[in-house]
């Protein structure tokens, strides 16, 4: 299937000299949740607003939804709706007028039906007489997505959607989102925290020092890095790991009372065979024991330092040479 997204060679130097994006080339498959992932910095922000127009790229070609966004900037754009980071909404207008202007601002007529299915869908249609103002943080932030929709678009962008929001709101907005992509729409968003892309992506690209580092399926990206963990619980505490045990990937907790054994999930053999019958014949015993995936958090703090210290090198390297 024809990719809703397109981005070739994308490349961006600011005017002052700085470049945030470095040949970038990245395809978003229609109706995905697809989630960005960097540190601050890394240009997350800038892919997002030259895709949406604000941000000229210095170099490269994007298309979404088959249109050139640069020769067919109107087409391409009516095709997008953009949450941006910053709650920014006229206060003193009503909910429904506010976001019928937002769809009158692309040019679209009326439709009034469209709009109340999209307030009543993000829970909005109780509140759609009321004044911005008077609305809580999580409630303005579902206007700005009913108003980035407004015009109803295919693709939708929501950069940082759950920035300093709580748990729980957090929570409503990823069941909400969800059931937009279940509407059609294809959502590319930005965040901070791990477990946001966790819970919802089909696929996850990081962005590292404006590169784009990696792209990957989610579920792929979990088994192809993670590292699972096997913890023994010890009924006395060691010292230390045992030396007769030493050559093995373990490692003891500071207070001694556990074992910690780390292996490769997509490994065939997990040597957990072995290093039971070497643990019986080292005489050491265990209460009880409990494995654990590592989570995207780790696999991403891991990617980001790894690129971080090869590039570290490459500097010292040139600065050498
Ligand atoms: N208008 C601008 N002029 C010059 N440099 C800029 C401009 N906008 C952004 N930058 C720089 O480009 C880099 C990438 O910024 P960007 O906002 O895209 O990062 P981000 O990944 O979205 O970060 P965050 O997670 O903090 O929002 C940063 O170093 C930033 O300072």
Request: aromatic share 6%.
């Amino acid at each position: 299937m024809e990719p809703i997204i397109s981005v070739k060679g994308l490349g961006k130097t600011y005017a002052g000299g700085f470049t945030a994006l470095k040949n970038v080339d990245l395809e978003i498959r229609r109706g995905e949740i697809f989630a960005l992932l960097g540190p601050n910095g890394a240009g997350k922000t800038t892919l997002i607003s030259i895709v949406c127009g604000i941000v000229n790229p210095s170099g490269g070609s994007i298309h979404a939804a088959g249109h050139d966004i640069l020769r067919d900037f109107r087409q391409a754009r009516s095709e997008i709706g953009l949450v941006p980071q910053e709650l920014a909404t006229d206060s003193f207008e009503s909910v429904w007028a506010t976001v019928n202007f937002s769809r009158g601002l692309f040019g679209k007529a009326p439709n009034p039906a469209y709009i109340e299915k999209l307030l009543r869908q993000l829970s909005l249609w109780e509140k759609k007489d009321s004044k911005i103002m008077a609305l809580s943080g999580g409630m303005k932030r579902r206007v700005m997505i009913a108003k980035a929709l407004s015009h109803e678009p295919s693709i939708l962008f929501l950069d940082e959607p759950t920035a300093g929001v709580d748990v729980e709101l957090r929570q409503d907005m990823w069941e909400m989102v969800r059931g937009l992509r279940e509407s059609g729409v294809t959502i590319i968003l930005t965040t901070h925290y791990i477990e946001e892309a966790e819970e919802m992506a089909d696929r996850v690209g990081v962005i590292n020092r404006g590169e784009l580092v990696l792209v990957e399926d989610k579920n792929t990206l979990m088994q192809k890095m993670g590292e699972k963990e096997l913890s023994l619980h010890l009924p006395e505490p060691l010292p230390g790991v045992p030396e007769t045990l030493a050559d093995l990937p373990l490692t003891l907790s500071d207070d001694g009372s556990q074992l910690v054994y780390r292996f490769d999930i997509k490994s065939s053999d997990t040597g957990i065979a072995e290093l039971l019958r070497r643990l019986n014949e080292a005489s050491i015993d265990f209460r009880d024991l409990h494995t654990r995936e590592s989570s995207l958090e780790e696999i991403f703090v891991g990617l980001v330092r790894g690129a971080r210290s090869e590039s570290e090198e490459q500097l010292t390297k040139e600065a050498q040479e």
